[in-house]
């Protein structure tokens, strides 16, 4: 098993899968600016790694992680589904060749049109974030004359390691439904009987999880939820346990992020496999973003200026936190790497022309020496870079590529 996939050769940075050997250097032979190249191959081996680690697990990849045509047609390969969080994300995916059939659809916000859409072309299954849009889910099937498949999102007030602002599962957050309202969810849910299929619970606890604890816990906290609504529902029968899986940033280590892929597989069967033997039917579903495409991406860039000050060397960028905001939003680590490697190391700051002080990629990164026009590879930009991009300054978009 591969462990690290960014790695010199010949002093130029080469991204490895378990299937190929794709040199970065030929991707800037005619740079017209910067680019995010996505490795199609990586992401097809991650897909199968999961597949294989959450055996019958259904996959439903969320697409806001990296929307890019060319990274979802991996997934309608490998028989993915998606999982989508607004009209938009839900045409999209259409467009890209997945049917109604297989798109989950969560977010808390979702309009009477995003909803009459999903409900007229029978979406696979609605996650109801809050009581209010389960009343406006009855009154769009009623009208249209459909039943909507739902399935309810739980907030199991449970917090994880990661930053706040990607944690999801706490009662202060605005997601998915409290426990203690799920009396009146059941009660809404029979009065609306006539126009919903209730199918199931899920659960999306956040981004980034390294340690499963909270998981584990979480799912202990959903199963006798999931039997209640079993007793008044029999056709509830689906258990999507969300995404959430995290990376490591900081360093390449494949073999031990399997270690934690297949940690994490058990801790989730250890739980759901007491519940399967109560419900026979039961279907498991989980909507992962980062563990699949996380590493598959990297953004290449060029210095514009070195800029020596008494106090710091400033790489000076043609792309910044408009290409990628993890780092100024979350203080998020993205390794920066010299696409060839030679030159004596030095200290820079690598920072893109955003007049904003927030505008860094990376702070006091070690990197062979460099030089006006030199190329820059920033690591692991394949989920929430491009779909996270903005026009600001009106600095054009990068461009996006694949093999
Ligand atoms: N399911 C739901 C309902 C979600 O909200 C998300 C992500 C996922 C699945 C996929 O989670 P993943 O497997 O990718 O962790 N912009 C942040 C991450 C925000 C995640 C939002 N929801 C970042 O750049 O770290």
């Known amino acids: 098993m591969l462990k690290e996939f960014l790695i010199y050769q010949n002093n130029e940075l080469v991204f490895l899968s378990d299937s190929s050997s794709i040199s970065l250097t030929h991707l800037v032979k005619n740079y017209q600016g910067p680019m995010f190249f996505y490795n199609r191959d990586f992401i097809r081996m991650r897909t199968r790694q999961m597949q294989t680690a959450l055996k019958n697990v259904k996959l ?21 589904g998606v999982d989508v969080v607004s009209g938009g994300e839900i045409e999209h995916a ?4 997945f049917s109604y059939q297989s798109l989950v659809y969560s977010g808390v916000g979702k309009t009477k049109a995003e909803l009459e859409l999903a ?12 009581i209010p849009e389960l009343y406006r889910i009855g009154e769009v099937a009623k009208k249209l004359g459909k039943k909507a498949n739902v399935a309810f999102r739980v907030n199991p007030d449970i917090s ?7 944690a999801t599962g706490l009662k ?19 009065e609306n009987a006539a126009h919903l299929s209730v199918k199931g619970i899920s659960l999306h606890l956040g981004s980034q999880m390294l340690d499963f604890s909270s998981l584990k816990d979480s799912l202990a906290k959903l199963k006798p939820l999931f039997l209640d609504l079993r007793k008044i529902f029999p056709e509830c029968h689906r258990f999507d ?5 995290g990376i490591f940033y900081e360093k390449q280590d494949l073999e031990m992020e399997n270690r934690l892929l297949n940690e994490y597989a058990a801790t989730m069967f250890s739980e759901m496999n007491a519940l399967k033997a109560l419900v026979p039917d039961l279907e498991l579903q989980s909507e992962p973003g980062r563990w699949l495409v996380g590493h598959a991406g990297v953004l290449l860039a060029q210095v514009q200026y070195v800029k020596v000050t008494p106090y ?9 936190m408009n290409h990628l905001i993890r780092p100024s939003l979350y203080e998020a680590y993205h390794g920066v790497h010299k696409l060839s490697a030679n030159g004596v190391e030095k200290t820079y700051d690598v920072v893109g022309p955003i007049c904003e002080s927030a505008d860094f990629l990376g702070k006091n990164r070690v990197l062979p020496e460099m ?8 690591r692991d930009c394949g989920a929430y870079a491009a779909s996270m991009a903005s026009d600001y300054n009106l600095q054009r978009r990068a461009f996006e590529v694949s093999n």
């Open 241 to 245: 346990f969300g995404g959430g899986l």
């Open 60 to 80: 439903f990849y969320a697409l806001k992680a990296n929307a890019h045509p060319q990274v979802l047609s991996v997934f309608k390969d490998e028989n993915v």
């Open 371 to 378: 030089k006006q026009d030199d190329f820059v590879v920033i």
């Open 172 to 190: 202060d957050n605005k997601f998915g439904i409290d426990t203690n309202q799920f009396a009146e969810v059941m009660r809404v849910a029979q």
């Open 94 to 97: 259409v467009q890209c060749g």
């Open 119 to 130: 409900i007229q072309n029978e979406i696979y299954q609605i996650n109801v974030e809050s």
């Open 312 to 320: 710091k060397e400033f790489l000076i960028l043609d792309s910044g």
């Open 160 to 166: 994880i390691q990661s930053h706040p602002y990607i």
